[in-house]
């Protein structure tokens, strides 16, 4: 199922978050949001996940506009990891990831949504985690947990806000590998708002830089993500190295 996004504006009290904002998405492409704090990143995932109601633009889902669709249809396409997570009940891992499947309950849990469930903690590795308390889990298991929760929902569109943002570095990497390869795999797409530039270069397909609410460049990794780019956005001096086929970005002293 194709996303695109026509000319999205935002504002709140007079205040412009975005503008002219626009862009496509077809199955098994993961795109990355890069900018600074403020540009605009995280608004655009609410946008399109309607947690934000948009009053100019269009967003499209397999063609039929988001606008017209209530939340329950919208969220058996599309499912959102967000940055934190805080419930006020005790749940298990098991109960966690069962929430994805409310959009499809409607008396009852089935046979069938446990089976979703289990498929997609033991595709996700954490099988062996079901029976213990959400609460009690490291960062990076939390971060798995959230992230079956969301593949549950079987969604066509995966949104995720900043999904490495509290792991250390071997779990970023653990956690992007898997994501990519089950995105890959069930052949869905990703929007993700990201900080870290070479995660961004190594596990997207397209990346999309924001600059004060608007989009100052949108396209192929290789062509958008390069050293006047990044000194535009951030405001920072870079080169680019490749090992193993694989650009990174590397911060050089300013001397202005």
Not at 9 to 32: A, P, R, T, V
Request: aromatic share 8%; hydrophobic share 40%.
């Amino acid at each position: 199922m194709q996303l695109e996004v026509k000319n999205l504006n935002f504002s709140y009290n007079n205040y412009s978050f975005l503008q002219e904002i626009s862009f496509s998405l077809k199955k098994g492409e993961i795109l990355s949001i890069v900018g600074p704090n403020g540009s605009g990143k995280t608004t655009i995932l609410k946008c399109i996940n309607k947690i934000l109601n948009l009053k100019y633009g269009t967003i499209l889902l397999g063609g039929k506009n988001v606008k017209n669709l209530s939340l329950k249809e919208i969220s058996k396409h599309i499912s959102f990891v967000p940055q934190n997570f805080s419930s006020a009940f005790t749940l298990s891992v098991f109960e966690m990831v069962l929430l994805g499947r409310k959009p499809y309950i409607k008396w009852m849990v089935s046979s069938n949504d446990e089976a979703i469930v289990m498929n997609t903690l033991e595709m996700m590795e954490i099988n062996d985690l079901s029976f213990r308390f959400f609460s009690e889990l490291s960062g990076g298991e939390k971060q798995k947990v959230l992230i079956a929760k969301a593949l549950a929902q079987e969604p066509d569109i995966i949104i995720l806000d900043e999904p490495t943002s509290n792991l250390d570095l071997k779990h970023q990497f653990k956690i992007m590998n898997l994501l990519k390869k089950i995105i890959k795999e069930k052949n869905i797409s990703a929007v993700m708002a990201i900080h870290d530039l070479n995660l961004a270069l190594r596990f997207s397909d397209k990346i999309m830089m924001l600059k004060n609410g608007l989009i100052h460049a949108y396209g192929d990794i290789n062509n958008i993500l390069n050293e006047k780019n990044v000194k535009e956005v951030f405001g920072i001096d870079t080169v680019i190295y490749y090992h193993s086929g694989f650009p990174y970005i590397i911060p050089i002293e300013n001397q202005e």
